[in-house]
Structure formats: C-alpha cells, structure tokens
C-alpha cells in the first residue's frame, strides 16, 4: 500500500514564525504536491514537484515555499506565519502525468497564534 | 476559478441513489472524483478523460459531457460506507498537467 507521511497531526505556531510542515512518501513517486483545505472552498493547490528540485506554483503559493531535495521528501515552508494560514494542509502524491491518482497523507491542523 | 459542485449536501437512505454534479466554465482535460470520510485523507475513486476514457473504482459510476464540461458521479444503491464528502478535481485543457483545482465538496450522508 502507498503511504503518505505528514510529520505532525497538529501544530500550533505564533504569528511570524518560520514553520515548516514534512511530508513523506514510500511509493517511489516522481510528483508531490501540497493543499490546504478549508470549509467551503475544497482544496487548493499550494504547489506542486514533478522531480527533486523541480516545481511549480500552484493557484495559492503567496507566503508559502517548498523544498524536494530527495525524491521521497516534500517539505511546505511558510516564512512567517499569519492568522490567515490557520488551516489543514494535506500532501500528496502520484505517478505518471496524464491520468494520474493521488494518494493523500492524513493531513496537518496548523493553527496560528 | 474552481469547478462548482451540486448539491452541497444530500442525506441519503440505504439502498436510494443520488448524483453529484460537477461543472466547470473552462475546458476541460480530465475530471477526478475523490471521497473524503470525517477526519481521513481524501480517497481516489475515479478519473474520466477529455475523449471518454474512465478509470477508476469499478462500483461506482460516473459520466463526463465535454459539451457542457459537466461531470456527474452516480451513487446507486447506495451504502453506509458510502457517506463522506465528495470532490471533484478539474484539470483544465490550458493548465499544467499537475494543477488540480477542486470544488467545495458534497457532503453525502447515508442513513439506515
């Protein structure tokens, strides 16, 4: 079975701190990606890997960076943190580029103070 | 702009059918359909492409009109495990391959 590590469940973080959210995958796969999820409006594509140190913007990346520097590793940074990125980030990952499943990891709550 | 999906919620007796619309203003490439129960990580349950290829969960049904870039998710017959919240994800014609953008989600509630 694929796994999707994310390195916390929940997180509590102050108003400007550097956090740094992890996610790992077992599965050997070439793209990752990072979401949040909020109440009525789904999930949104923060950014996403096709290989390491390659990425793209996804529709949200403002205040957010990402590092892949291993293959199975996918790392979400945010620079300083703000009361407006109080939300649920989920990783992912997949294979492939044209019909592609994601799997998905079971989500970090981070709240900001 | 993010696909918009129809109802927002539906409550659902054993053994009664629902459909969940997806639709989309943009042209589409694919559609994926995924199903989140409380407190899990989204599960996939299909992907239908531009041209009418489906893959995906072979006990659940699902069409795409690529007239009306509207995708449909038939739930029949339906179960208690089918509750949860379903999204779908559009994949636009002029988007990078990776770029999913989801809806708001149907929250499906099955009673017995």
């Known amino acids: 079975d694929v796994k999707v590590t994310q390195s916390s469940r929940y997180l509590v973080k102050r108003t400007g701190e550097k956090v740094f959210l992890e996610c790992v995958q077992d599965m050997d796969h070439e793209n990752m990606f990072w979401y949040r999820q909020d109440p009525g409006l789904g999930l949104r594509l923060i950014y996403f890997?096709?290989?390491?140190?390659?990425?793209e913007k996804g529709d949200i990346p403002e205040g957010y960076s990402v590092s892949r520097e291993k293959k199975e590793r996918f790392s979400l940074i945010l620079e300083s943190a703000s009361t407006n990125q109080t939300s649920m980030y989920l990783c992912a990952s997949s294979t492939g580029t044209s019909a592609y499943e994601q799997y998905f990891g079971p989500g970090t709550r981070l709240t900001v103070t | 702009q993010q696909p918009v999906q129809s109802p927002q919620a539906v409550i659902l007796r054993e053994g009664e059918d629902a459909v969940i619309n997806c639709s989309s203003s943009?042209?589409?490439?694919?559609v994926h359909w995924y199903r989140q129960k409380h407190g899990e990580a989204p599960v996939f349950l299909m992907i239908?492409?531009?041209?009418?290829e489906q893959k995906g969960h072979e006990k659940i049904s699902a069409s795409f009109n690529e007239k009306k870039q509207q995708s449909s998710l038939y739930l029949t017959a339906s179960q208690l495990s089918y509750s949860g919240t379903y999204f779908c994800?559009?994949?636009?014609?002029?988007?990078?391959?990776?770029?999913?953008?989801f809806g708001a989600g149907t929250q499906v509630v099955v009673t017995p």
């Open positions: 994800g559009t994949r636009r014609i002029t988007d990078s391959w990776g770029k999913l953008q």
């Open positions: 239908l492409l531009k041209g009418g």
């Open positions: 943009k042209a589409l490439y694919s």
């Open positions: 890997s096709y290989d390491v140190k390659m990425k």
